[in-house]
């Protein structure tokens, strides 16, 4: 008897929604992607496909044959045929595999890449994100130097895994379960490079692309085997799921008929992290009324960062439509002489394309807010990244000189400063030589002072944010707008598409026009939200004792 067919995706994220897929298939089947799940697809395509004509150049000067390229274009029978094929003739490298359905099992799935080991395949994914990083030396007792990693990556031009002391994994509970579905395939197929599963490996090519990560999969079969047998009941409706708000239905297309359901019944996850629901389930907390009212200890184990008083907090907030709590009686925030909102734009994992900013002089009203911003229009990746970048931080640190010599304090704001470090830090490294693109040790210095400052985390230090801490959800309370009504992340993905022609996109240069409005819209929120908590916010906004006396007493 076939079972119900599992897709190597099916195998991670919210159980609830493959439930949903498998007992409504035609909803499933025939709804559009988002716009984000259309970019996401977009990007992995041009990445893998970049990934593949190198492939093809490493083995440029190779026999005919060594490596094989399953056309993509032709249905699911004929990519299967002509894999087998190639593993039939012995191919060393076949790009794009796709092994056959197995009904028996209930699996299916496809590889970019087998590579030949012995008699059989290894396979070999290719994902649209980094699966590596640069590991800190260790000092061992003896006083050599390592990194303690048992890391295994492969060159990209052979298959030769050896432990690799310069990176550390960053290990992907999806990549490796995809790897764990493929092994299992492939050996029920008689293709695996082993019969010994202890010999059993899989690899994975990162966004970087410069080496392939190695899995031993063995210790990840037995783990795969019970995630699977799960995920087949539940698809086949014998496990019951129900609703539960996680960060995965941000963008899940049955969050239109969770979402209603949540709300009637009123579901504490709507108010609480995914992992604090499960613990507040555990308790008995499972409404966000009996979490507002609640006046007992804080569950065992209670997860995240955040005090367990927060949670009842945001659920008070819930029911009586508070958008913000005051933790302090005088909120606080660093200010300085002259000041500097900076907003950086990036485009996905290729880099950093604009550096917005406004300067405010506190000292010299005479001197205007003005807006600049830092940007390259050629498309990404770019070396005129680093000449937009370079011209950034020339004219920065022009400001802060000329601020220290006029015996003036200085501050550089940003919101969410893991963003902005990022492309600060990488910037330099991958910019070095270009004309003002300042060291390593520059950025690391200005990262570390007082002069740079996070107003994402002055915003959780003063305030409870039940709506969340994005800039476009608190800004509003300090009574900012953005100009543009669609305005966000996620849409200015899609506007640079188009600003810079990329892909197959047409180009449209008033694109160009409203990211930069765009941009200064961010920095200007960012100015109105920091100088509202130096000021009105305090009477804006309710403390968090006057919130609690919203419960019952007793």
């Given amino acids: 008897m076939s079972r119900v067919v599992l897709h190597p995706r099916d195998l991670a994220g919210c159980e609830h929604r493959l439930s949903l897929d498998h007992s409504h298939p035609d909803q499933a089947r025939n709804r559009p992607d988002t716009p984000e799940a259309q970019r996401r697809k977009d990007a992995a395509a041009d990445h893998r496909a970049r990934v593949r004509e190198m492939i093809r150049g490493l083995h440029s000067d190779q026999p005919t044959g060594t490596v094989v390229l399953v056309e993509p274009d032709t249905d699911h029978a004929t990519r299967v045929a002509a894999t087998l094929a190639a593993c039939r003739e012995g191919a060393a490298w076949i790009w794009n595999a796709t092994l056959p359905t197995d009904r028996e099992h209930g699996r299916r799935g496809h590889a970019e890449l087998l590579i030949r080991d012995g008699d059989g395949y290894v396979p070999v994914i290719v994902v649209n994100h980094r699966v590596s990083y640069p590991a800190k030396p260790v000092r061992a007792p003896n ?13 990209v031009w052979t298959w030769a895994p050896q432990p690799d002391p310069s990176r ?15 092994t299992a395939m492939l050996r029920d197929l008689g293709l695996a490079a082993s019969d010994d599963p202890q010999a059993l490996r899989g690899g994975v090519i990162g966004l970087d692309a410069d080496c392939i990560v190695v ?6 079969l037995d783990d795969y085997a019970e995630i699977f047998e799960r995920r087949t009941a539940i698809a086949e409706q014998r496990v019951a799921t129900t609703p539960r708000r996680i960060g995965e239905c941000r963008s899940c297309p049955w969050w239109v008929r969770c979402g209603p359901e949540l709300e009637e019944r009123r579901d504490v996850s709507l108010v609480v992290g995914g992992n604090q629901s499960v613990v507040l389930d555990d308790a008995g907390i499972t409404t966000i009324d009996q979490l507002a009212h609640y006046r007992g200890d804080p569950p065992a184990d209670w997860p995240g ?3 367990f008083d927060d949670a009842v907090l945001t659920a008070i907030a819930w029911l009586t439509d508070t958008p913000l709590i005051r933790r302090l009686e005088q909120p606080t925030v660093t200010r300085a002489d002259v000041e500097v909102d900076v907003d950086m734009e990036s ?14 002089d506190n000292t010299d009203p005479s001197r205007p807010v003005v807006y600049r911003a830092f940007v390259t229009w050629e498309p990404l990746p770019t070396r005129d990244e680093g000449r937009s970048f370079g011209e950034f931080w020339t004219w920065l640190s022009a400001e802060r000189e000329a601020a220290r010599e006029a015996g003036k304090s200085f501050a550089a704001y940003c919101y969410s400063q893991q963003a902005e470090n990022r492309w600060l830090l990488g910037s330099a490294k991958r910019f070095a030589g270009i004309a003002g693109v300042p060291s390593l040790a520059s ?27 994005g800039l476009k959800r608190v800004a509003p309370v300090a009574g900012f707008s953005w100009r543009d009504a669609e305005a966000s992340g996620e849409a200015s993905m899609d506007w640079y598409r188009e600003a810079v022609g990329l892909g197959d996109t047409p180009m449209d240069l008033s694109q160009r026009r409203r990211l930069l409005e765009y941009n200064e819209d961010d920095v200007r929120a960012t100015k109105v939200l920091r100088e509202w908590i130096d000021g009105s916010a305090k009477h804006d906004v309710p403390h968090k004792d006057q919130v609690l006396e919203f419960r019952n007493p007793g």
């Fill in 168 to 182: 550390n994994g960053r290990n992907q509970r999806r990549d490796q379960l995809r790897l764990a579905q493929l």
């Fill in 215 to 220: 899995y031993e999969m063995a210790p990840l």
């Fill in 347 to 360: 485009y996905g994992e290729h880099g950093a394309y604009m550096w917005g900013t406004l300067l405010t």
């Fill in 143 to 155: 006083g050599s130097l390592g990194n303690g990693s048992s890391t295994l990556t492969s060159p």
């Fill in 305 to 307: 960062n955040a005090p």
């Fill in 443 to 469: 950025v690391e210095a200005f990262i570390a002072s007082d002069e740079w400052v996070d107003i994402y985390e002055a915003v959780g230090r003063n305030f409870v944010c039940p709506n969340g801490k």
